[in-house]
């Protein structure tokens, strides 16, 4: 039996025969060009209810995880801290970053945010429908956020309500599955248009952003989890990396947190110490919230996509995209596969053109790579940390 070619490995090889056709045999964007497109309105199709189901969703477990006592609440906010501190991290980062941009007029690529600031009507709609139809992430975000909300104080209805929310959460990662299985068509359709227009300049902001997705992940842990460990478990960096090296390296060759957890557990109880009863259920909640490593590839993305198409943002778009960012790295992690509709759900949220989202999909493995596994250092930071300060407490 022949074995199966993974995805990522064709969606990368699509990449690169994309960009042979697209500079050696430009006349095939007539036929590649309306298939890209088609399959940019396929990962459009998908933001709406990615957006509602999942948010709603999470919001949901959160919920429940923090009525599990004092281990569920300070695991909430320790891994929304942690993701928290991306932003600036993120912003830091692309600050002392300069993308060449492509040869393409900006003004055909203004975003739609309001550039006197944030539009309140953006995000409390009037109509939810209409915020649907006009694709107004924010204001989606913000419904899904009060939905899950109001879910958790209904009672006996909420809870009906929730478990219908998890069922379709099951749809929402089967169609997610179907439109990326169209990855490669898409991925290839796009680079050989993409690379006919602008020939090979798109190379090396790929390998560019390669370079600065992994800087920002080895920052996040060099600096902002060693501090954290540092403050809340009294252990150092080196320490802790010899500890749980088997689960980052499981994570960065499988990229899956979910598929790590055994490992992460194994780590966490007999190289650190953690007591089991905190990380069997630190560590499970972190795979479903935490996503460190997620949120600061959202994140630098879109600031190199801005920069690439020479769209300038202004303070309303980078608050809108940090709110959106963080609320979709938690809201989201669940959804396998999911990563491209997700970055493409932020950049619309901030009006970026779709178009990156495939180019970038080409190289999404060599990145996943990378943020999965901070992810998991994260996580473990976290679980080390609440562990060290139950014993502290006498808990």
């Known amino acids: 039996m022949t074995p199966r070619v993974p995805l990522w490995l064709m ?13 050696w045999f430009p006349a095939v964007t007539v036929v590649a060009a309306p298939i890209g497109q088609l399959f940019l309105q396929a990962l459009k199709m998908l933001v ?35 993701t928290l501190t991306i932003v600036p991290l993120g912003f830091g980062l692309m600050y002392f970053i300069e993308v060449q941009p492509l040869s393409i007029s900006a003004s055909t690529l203004e975003p739609e945010v ?26 989606l975000i913000v419904f899904a956020l009060l939905l899950g909300l109001a879910a958790n104080r209904a009672g006996d209805a909420g809870r009906q309500f929730r478990e219908f929310m998890g069922s379709a959460m099951k749809v929402v990662q089967e169609l997610t599955a179907i439109v990326i299985a169209f990855a490669p068509l898409g991925v290839f ?73 055994p490992e992460s557990m194994r780590c966490a109880e007999q190289n650190l110490g953690v007591k089991s009863q905190v990380s069997r259920f630190v560590l499970p909640v972190g795979a479903t919230i935490n996503m460190d490593g997620t949120a600061l590839y959202q994140l630098v993305v879109a600031l190199f996509v801005a920069q690439w198409f020479g769209v300038e943002l202004t303070i309303a778009h980078y ?37 990156a989202v495939a180019i970038v999909a ?21 679980t080390t940390i609440i562990d060290h300060q139950l014993r502290e407490t006498h808990v």
């Open 319 to 355: 608050l809108t995209l940090s709110f959106t960012v963080v609320l979709m790295s938690i809201g989201t992690a669940a959804i396998p596969s999911g990563g491209l509709v997700v970055l493409s759900t932020v950049l619309a949220s901030i009006g970026l053109p779709l178009e």
């Open 11 to 23: 969606t990368l090889l699509a990449l690169i025969a994309g960009v042979i056709f697209g500079f």
């Open 362 to 382: 080409g190289i999404d493995r060599i990145l996943d790579m990378a943020r999965t596994t901070v992810n998991v250092a994260g996580d473990l930071t976290v």
């Open 114 to 139: 309001a550039d006197a600031g944030i539009d309140l009507s953006q995000i409390i709609p009037a109509n939810i429908v209409d915020a649907m139809a006009q694709g107004n992430v924010l204001g």
């Open 48 to 82: 709406v209810p990615l957006v509602l189901v999942s948010i709603t969703h999470a919001v949901g477990s959160i919920s429940s995880v923090g009525a599990a006592g004092r281990i569920g609440s300070y695991s909430v906010l320790g891994y929304v801290f942690t």
């Open 189 to 261: 359709s796009l680079m050989a248009t993409t690379t006919a227009q602008y020939g090979l300049d798109v190379i090396k902001p790929l390998l560019q952003l390669i370079i600065v997705v992994y800087l920002g992940c080895l920052l996040h842990v060099l600096f902002t989890l060693h501090i954290l460990l540092r403050l809340g478990a009294k252990l150092s960096l080196s320490s802790f990396l010899a500890g749980v090296f088997p689960a980052l390296l499981m994570a960065f060759s499988t990229t899956t947190a979910a598929g790590t957890l």
